[in-house]
């Protein structure tokens, strides 16, 4: 009776840590990494939840890697803002609307331009920089971010996508901070 016993205690050990082992294992570096730079911003689970969704998790192996496919996914919702700015730009009829669109979609087109001087920086080694090259980014479209808030309409979901851009900012940043000296440990 002894020996069942102890048979199905180490059967019951060996299937827990086959369920739990493959997972584990599979997602706990680039995971934990992802988590360790969300736990530095101010919406940590809203970040987490931005990069799984961006699926950051499998073409990165490390904070540096993570680093540099967030400045590109940063500057394609910035892209796809600007681009969204510029048709409604074209459909608009009222001139105000129109006006509003263009000077939003400008100021998109300034902070894409930051952000390419953020990802030479990247390039170069030059890490200091980019926190000030993606507040720069931030700074153009603020204005565009409080008019979006206040829309009565956003069918374009344009307010969403700039909170996305707004987080992807700050997830930049502080990547940019802990990039030249973050070691991951298990």
Not at 26 to 40: A, D, P
Not at 81 to 88: A, E
Request: proline residues 2%; hydrophobic residues 35%; contains cysteine.
């Amino acid at each position: 009776m002894a020996s069942f016993g102890t048979l199905s205690m180490f059967l019951s050990f060996f299937l827990v840590l086959v369920c739990i082992a493959p997972t584990s294992l599979g997602r706990s570096r680039t995971e934990g990494e992802l988590w360790y730079l969300c736990s530095k911003t101010e919406h940590p689970w809203q970040c987490l939840k931005l990069l799984k969704s961006a699926d950051i998790r499998y073409s990165s192996r490390n904070l540096n890697d993570i680093t540099k496919v967030l400045i590109d996914i940063t500057y394609n919702k910035g892209k796809e803002i600007h681009d969204t700015l510029n048709s409604l730009a074209n459909e608009a009829r009222d001139s105000r609307i129109r006006r509003r669109f263009i000077s939003c979609s400008k100021n998109y087109n300034d902070a894409l331009r930051d952000l390419g001087v953020a990802k030479r920086n990247l390039l170069n080694g030059n890490y200091k920089v980019i926190p000030v090259e993606v507040n720069d980014a931030l700074q153009e479209v603020k204005g565009c971010y409080d008019y979006f808030t206040r829309a009565s309409r956003d069918r374009y979901r344009l307010k969403e996508k700039s909170e996305d851009f707004k987080l992807l900012c700050s997830i930049l940043k502080v990547a940019a901070k802990y990039y030249p000296t973050y070691e991951f440990k298990n």
